[in-house]
C-alpha cells in the first residue's frame, strides 16, 4: 500500500453551477500541461473533486508544480482503497504512520458521498479511529483541534483516505475567464497586475514597449524574465515588444512636456487595443494604482481611457506600493522588477507632469499626428516572442529586433 493518488478540491469552483464542467475541464487541462514532463500522470475528474493518479511517479516535483495551479483551493495525498471497511481501516493506518505521528492527535473525518454504504458517518468515524489507536502508540484523540485529520472518502468505485491538506494557489483556472493583454512595463506593479488577472481566469497575452537606444537589451531580457515568472502559473505566454522609439521621439517634439505622458500612455493603449484585437482577446489589464503617479489618478484615467471603449482591468487600483511589494515578492518578481535598467515609461518622464489633464487638449496636441499610421507601423513591427517557462521561442532572433 502507498500514496498513489493526489486528491484536489475545487474551493470556489464548486460554487459554479451548469457551466461547472467547463471549468473543471480547464482545470484538468492545465495540471496536465504543468505535468507534462511526468508522462505516467492521469487524471481522474468528478463534480466535486479530482484525483491525479501518480503510476509510480514521485510526488514531490508535482506538489510543487500543484501549488502554483489556480483553481486548487487545496489538494492532499491520498491512499486509495476498496470501499470496504477492513480495506479503509489498512488504508488509513498507513496513511497516518507515514507522518511523523507520536505525541500529537488526530480526529477521523469520514465523508460517506457513496449513501448505501452499511455505516453512516459516525459509525465510520468510530470504526476507524478506534482501529488506528489499537494499533499506534502515544496517539490521542481531539475531535476539536487535532493536529491530524484523517479524511476518509466514501464512494462507490473507491475511498480515498488523506491525512494531511496543501493549500493550494485558488482562484479560478487559467482561461476560464478569456483572454487579456497585460501592459507589461518592468518595474513591480504589472507583474503582480498580470498575476492577479490570472488568479481570475484570465489567459495573459503580453505587450511591452521597447525604446532603443534609450532602453537597453537587458531591460528587454528583465521584461522576458518577468512573463517567464508568470508562466509558473499558467500557460506558455506570447510576450509582444513594440518598438516605441518613433512615437516617443515624435510625442517629445510636438506635446508640451506636461502633456507628454498622457500622450505616451493614449499611444501605448492604442497599440495594446490592436494587439488585443489580433490576438482575440477581451480585455486590456494595466497594474495601475489610484493616486500612485501623474498618471493614475482618475483625471488621467479618463483622457487616457478616452482613445478605447475596450475594458481596462485595473487588479491593484486600490492597493498601496507596500502590499504591492508584498505580493510581488511571494511571487518571486520584485528582485527582478528591482534591476536598475530602465524602461520607456521613466527614460522620458516630464519634470512637472499633467495630473488632471484635459481631453480638448490632448486632442488638439494629437491632431497633428497621423496617430491612425503612427499605431499601424508600431503594430506591424511588433515581434513576438513565446515565453513557454523554460525557454524563448523566437519568431525571429534577437539581432533582428530591429
Known amino acids: 500500500m502507498n500514496y498513489d493518488h493526489i486528491l484536489i478540491r475545487y474551493g470556489e469552483m464548486s460554487t459554479k453551477g451548469r457551466n ?18 511526468l508522462p505516467k500522470v492521469g487524471i481522474e475528474k468528478s463534480r466535486d473533486r479530482m484525483f491525479i493518479k501518480l503510476n509510480g511517479e514521485p510526488p514531490e516535483p508535482i506538489i510543487e508544480k500543484l501549488q502554483r495551479v489556480f483553481g486548487i483551493y487545496s489538494f492532499s495525498l491520498a491512499v486509495k482503497t476498496e470501499t470496504e471497511l477492513e480495506d479503509m481501516k489498512k488504508g488509513a493506518l ?32 468510530h470504526a476507524i479511529g ?12 481531539n475531535v476539536k483541534e487535532p493536529d491530524i485529520n484523517v479524511r476518509v472518502e466514501v464512494r462507490e468505485e473507491a475511498t480515498y483516505i488523506t491525512c494531511k491538506d496543501i493549500l493550494g494557489a485558488g482562484g479560478l483556472p487559467v482561461g476560464s475567464s478569456g483572454k487579456g493583454v497585460l501592459m507589461l512595463s518592468g518595474g513591480i506593479d504589472s507583474p503582480v497586475a498580470g498575476y492577479l488577472a490570472m488568479k481570475r481566469g484570465i489567459e495573459l497575452q503580453v505587450v511591452h514597449f521597447f525604446s532603443p537606444p534609450y532602453t ?21 505566454i506570447n510576450l509582444h515588444i513594440v518598438p516605441f522609439t518613433d512615437i516617443q521621439v515624435a510625442i517629445q517634439k510636438q506635446v508640451p512636456e506636461n502633456y507628454t505622458m498622457t500622450s505616451t500612455r493614449r499611444f501605448m493603449l492604442l ?3 490592436k494587439l488585443r484585437e489580433q490576438e482575440k482577446g477581451l480585455a486590456i489589464i494595466t497594474g495601475e494604482s489610484l493616486g500612485q503617479v501623474a498618471s493614475q489618478t482618475l483625471q488621467s484615467m479618463v483622457a487616457i481611457n478616452e482613445v478605447t471603449n475596450t475594458p481596462i482591468i485595473r487588479p491593484l487600483i486600490t492597493m498601496d506600493k507596500t502590499e504591492i511589494m508584498e505580493i510581488a515578492d511571494r511571487i518571486d518578481t520584485l528582485e527582478i522588477s528591482n534591476r536598475p535598467y530602465e524602461d520607456c515609461c521613466t527614460i522620458f518622464t516630464p519634470a512637472s507632469p499633467k495630473t488632471k489633464p484635459k481631453s480638448e487638449k490632448i486632442n488638439f496636441y494629437e491632431s497633428f499626428f497621423d ?4 499605431v499601424k507601423e508600431a503594430v506591424e513591427n511588433t515581434v513576438k516572442l513565446k515565453i513557454t517557462g523554460k525557454s524563448v521561442k523566437e519568431d525571429d532572433l534577437f539581432k533582428e529586433l530591429f
Not at 95 to 122: I, P, S
Not at 130 to 141: C, D, G, M
Request: glycine share 4%; charged share 30%.
Open 20 to 37: 461547472r464542467k467547463q471549468f473543471v475541464q480547464k482545470l484538468s487541462s492545465n495540471i496536465l500541461d504543468k505535468v507534462k514532463d
Open 94 to 125: 498507513f496513511a497516518l504512520k507515514a507522518l511523523a505521528y507520536e505525541g500529537k492527535t488526530f480526529k477521523v473525518t469520514a465523508k460517506r458521498a457513496y449513501k448505501k454504504f452499511e455505516l453512516d458517518t459516525n459509525g465510520l468515524n
Open 130 to 141: 478506534s482501529h488506528l489507536l489499537i494499533n499506534t502508540e502515544n496517539l490521542k484523540v
Open 216 to 236: 537597453s537589451e537587458r531591460a528587454k531580457q528583465k521584461v522576458i524574465d518577468l512573463a517567464e515568472k508568470l508562466t509558473e502559473y499558467g500557460p506558455s
Open 271 to 273: 497599440i495594446a487595443d
Open 371 to 374: 496617430v491612425e499610421q503612427m
